[in-house]
């Protein structure tokens, strides 16, 4: 099955780095992301915008430690949109996408592998900002070459312009493609990238 065609898919980028994203207020999920370190992971939920006969295809976006704290968090490297805000501009884009797209979020390293396993035969692609496990973690990437599920590494920042312990990523192991450097826009780039990879191999 195809995504929505190419001139459905494109939208303004929205959420450059790091400015003018003030006036971008959270349209949903923000009450109750104050209660997401109540939770091991935090699923926010899912959009669903596949109104079209065909138009199926579900993505996951999962981040990982600390990017609960994005918009207050090192703003000079991070940018000040919130994870609510990206969720929403995220959101947005699968709207005019025509796919679907369901959100999760986790500080904890085996809560992220419980993730990626649940997102098996539920989803069709993966975006995984894995935050620092992503230099760190063998288990993560077990997971995705255990789920087999495209995935995407994101990276709000250019890791690569950062200190060396970033430059090395497992993630990029498993991983179909990498976007970092874009700032919020990245998110909406993977949805695009990742919509393209599975239309070519569907
Ligand atoms: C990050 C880059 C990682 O090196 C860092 O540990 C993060 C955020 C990014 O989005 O730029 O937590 O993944």
Redesign the pocket.
Known sequence: MKCAPLSRRLPPLPGALPKNDADQKPKRHTKRLQNRHLNEIWFPGQSDYANDVGMTKSLLILN????NLLGT?QPE??GTTTLPMIEALCADHAKAMGIKVAFAQSNIEGAMVDALHAARGVHDGVIL???????TSIALMDAIFSTELPTIE??????HA??E??HHSYIAKAAVGII??FGAA?YTLAMTAMCDYLGASA
């Open positions: 990982g430690p600390n990017l968090r490297v991070y900002n894995a935050g620092a496990y992503t230099h994101l990276h709000l920042s250019n890791v950062r200190e312990f970033r970092c450097g990245g």
